[in-house]
């Protein structure tokens, strides 16, 4: 039976973002439903999958797996060749430590800098609190890469799933033009030249759906068109 993943709107979801893109990096074949994040049976839909009531959820056969970083270690169990996770023990332990960060950290980021993909690349004046996020998340993605990463322009060499956890990162760091230093540019650049970083570009572009906690420009609601409606 293939592997199943549950997500949310392409446009705002990061913590869907992550597994599936990983996913799609890796090779992992599975079937996709999007349940829209503002939908009336949203809660309904997604409680029939999971107890918590949240997408992402992985379902493979009768096992069902919620959160975004549990359905990266089960992935990396299932497929160990996906190279999900580094195989020498310091890199692997680097990895785990900065993708739980991500996982429980950064809210001032979060909430000033929601994601969007749908939103015209526009600068955002950051509060002190963002910047110090920003600011540790450029140390992490430098000293990683200095470490782990001299064989591949991401964190350990390849896409993992560590880089899979800052995706989001990336994203919102470009959609608000966010200052950066070269290595950090360089970074995202390898992250939105993927071609399933396109494919889910593309998906999120072409979305009618609008939730206004996203928006930060609401009631204005400005948008990008994908490049097949152009």
Partial sequence: ??????IGNKTYSSWSFRPWLAMKVA?????????????????????????????????D???????????LEYLAEKFPDAGLWPREPAARANA??????????????????PMNFQRPIIPRKINAEVAADVARIEAIWSDCHARYGKGGPFLYGSFGAADA??????????????????ATRDYMSAHMRLP?????DEGAR??????PHD????????????????
């Fill in 165 to 182: 956890m800052y995706a989001p990162v990336v994203s919102r760091f470009h959609t608000y033009a966010i200052e950066v230093g070269t």
């Fill in 61 to 71: 056969g009768e096992t069902h797996i919620w959160d975004s970083l549990a359905i």
């Fill in 206 to 211: 072409r979305e009618p759906w609008v939730l």
């Fill in 1 to 6: 039976m293939a592997l199943h993943l549950v």
């Fill in 27 to 59: 090779g992992i074949s599975f079937a996709e439903t999007l349940i829209p994040l503002n939908s009336p049976d949203f809660k309904k839909r997604v409680l029939a999958v999971s107890g918590a009531g949240k997408v992402p959820v992985l379902i």
């Fill in 196 to 200: 399933a970083w396109k494919e889910w």
């Fill in 215 to 230: 928006e930060v420009d609401y009631p204005d609601v400005p948008r990008e068109l994908s490049e097949a409606a152009r």
């Fill in 96 to 113: 785990r430590a900065i993708a739980a960060e991500m996982h429980a950290g950064f809210q001032s980021l979060r909430q000033q800098l």
